[in-house]
């Protein structure tokens, strides 16, 4: 059984950061790609950012040149850095991560999401 850890959501003034982190737990064979969602009431689930196993990254436009993603394959663990945080960015943010169990079976998790808030 795979879990997934997510920390770091807190309430911040604009122009605040944070950092969130989501760890994997279990029998991992390896990790592919991970990735970075959120969520607001009454929207769809939107896609924040992502990094491959080779370390490529992609950005949403909208937080291009504040956030940044980073992955510790050794700690199995995922980070989305915020900076120059604003209101619109208030979300729940959710991380996924696409694992292999073995040569043959590969797995899609969500972490059980965290919440963040920033106030004007």
């Known amino acids: 059984q795979v879990q997934l850890v997510e920390s770091g959501g807190d309430l911040v003034q604009a122009g605040g950061s944070l950092r969130l982190a989501c760890a994997a737990s279990?029998?991992?064979?390896?990790?592919?790609?991970m990735a970075w969602y959120r969520q607001t009431l009454g929207k769809q689930r939107e896609l924040v950012a992502t990094?491959?196993?080779?370390?490529?990254?992609n950005y949403v436009d909208s937080v291009k040149g504040r956030f940044t993603i980073s992955r510790d394959n050794a700690k199995n663990t995922v980070y989305l850095q915020m900076n120059s945080l604003k209101p619109e960015d208030t979300a729940v943010y959710y991380c996924?991560?696409?694992?292999?169990?073995?040569?043959?079976?590969?797995?899609?998790?969500w972490g059980q999401g965290t919440q963040v808030t920033v106030s004007s």
């Open positions: 996924n991560i696409d694992l292999s169990l073995n040569y043959n079976q590969r797995r899609n998790y």
């Open positions: 990094i491959t196993n080779g370390g490529t990254t």
């Open positions: 279990g029998y991992i064979f390896s990790i592919n790609a």
